[in-house]
């Protein structure tokens, strides 16, 4: 059974960076046809798609998040890694990570298809504020 779990900072201040990580556990980032996401919630609203990183190494990120997105991963620690940057308080979310194996990459390049996810992070709680 594949876990995942975020960890990162809770608070944090507008313009700097949020980053987070998912570690994974029962499970090889590496897996073929596995892909990684980063999702959040808003306080509420529905789940968002950010980004993911493919078992090839590959990254997909929401257009809506491109300019402050990146996503990287260390296969040595079978963990990946979110960054946001120039963060603001609708920034403020609970952040997940999840797990989807799927063949083939969905049309627009975005996983945001839920029933398709077979793993979860507990979710993390990410507030921006000064």
């Known amino acids: 059974q594949v876990q995942l779990k975020e960890s990162g900072p809770g608070l944090v201040k507008p313009s700097q960076t949020l980053s987070l990580t998912c570690t994974v556990s029962g499970g090889s980032i590496l897996e073929k046809l596995a892909y990684w996401s980063w999702i959040r919630q808003p306080p509420g609203k529905g789940l968002e798609w950010m980004g993911a990183?493919?078992?090839?190494?590959?990254?997909y990120v929401s257009p809506s998040l491109r300019s402050r997105t990146s996503i990287s991963r260390d296969t040595s620690q079978n963990h990946f890694t979110l960054q946001l940057t120039s963060v603001t308080p609708e920034d403020t979310a609970v952040y997940f990570c999840?797990?989807?194996?799927?063949?083939?990459?969905?049309?627009?390049?975005?996983?945001?298809?839920?029933?398709?996810?077979?793993?979860w992070g507990q979710g993390t709680q990410v507030t921006v504020s000064s």
């Open positions: 999840a797990r989807v194996a799927i063949d083939g990459i969905p049309i627009g390049s975005q996983f945001d298809n839920w029933d398709e996810y077979d793993s």
């Open positions: 990183i493919g078992f090839s190494g590959s990254t």
